[in-house]
């Protein structure tokens, strides 16, 4: 099986929210406390991963990625998980956090109204 057992997913979300990246760090300041009106988690396990932030109630994932994440085979199997799983999962680069924050907010306050949302890059 790829990816972590269930109980070892558990113990590397505790390490990992208290080790953030800065952008994981810049974005959970704008998606805590319901700012988009919608209740996220940060590092939260499911099944053997952690997502890097979850909206459970609208089934939306947002993923935060560095350059290991480029042409990622286990990020396309965990996506698609995670699309079985009935999860949205939009992934955002490092940099887009740390330079287009209002252009990544819009893009998750969109998909959590539903509306469809312009093209925008991918990790």
Same mark, same amino acid.
């Given at each position: 099986?790829? $990816?972590?057992?269930?109980? +070892?997913? !558990?113990? #590397? +979300?505790? *390490?990992?929210? !208290?080790?953030?990246?800065?952008?994981?760090?810049? *974005?959970? /300041?704008?998606? /805590? $406390?319901?700012? *988009? #009106?919608? !209740?996220?988690?940060?590092? =939260?396990?499911?099944?053997?991963?952690?997502?890097?932030?979850?909206?459970?109630?609208?089934?939306?994932?947002?993923?935060?990625? $560095? $350059?290991? =994440?480029?042409?990622?085979?286990?990020?396309?199997?965990?996506?698609?998980? *995670?699309?079985?799983?009935?999860?949205?999962?939009?992934?955002?680069? #490092? #940099?887009?956090?740390?330079?287009?924050?209002?252009?990544?907010?819009?893009?998750?306050?969109?998909?959590?109204?539903?509306?469809? +949302?312009?093209?925008?890059? +991918?990790?």
């Amino acid at each position: 099986m790829l $990816g972590q057992t269930e109980k +070892s997913a !558990k113990r #590397n +979300s505790v *390490l990992l929210r !208290k080790q953030p990246t800065d952008a994981e760090r810049v *974005l959970w /300041r704008r998606l /805590r $406390g319901e700012q *988009l #009106n919608a !209740k996220f988690r940060r590092q =939260h396990p499911f099944r053997c991963y952690v997502l890097d932030f979850v909206c459970v109630e609208q089934r939306l994932v947002v993923e935060i990625d $560095g $350059g290991q =994440h480029l042409d990622s085979a286990r990020d396309i199997e965990r996506d698609a998980m *995670l699309k079985d799983a009935g999860f949205r999962v939009l992934r955002f680069w #490092n #940099n887009q956090v740390l330079r287009e924050m209002d252009a990544v907010l819009e893009a998750i306050a969109g998909e959590l109204r539903g509306d469809p +949302s312009p093209p925008r890059p +991918s990790p």
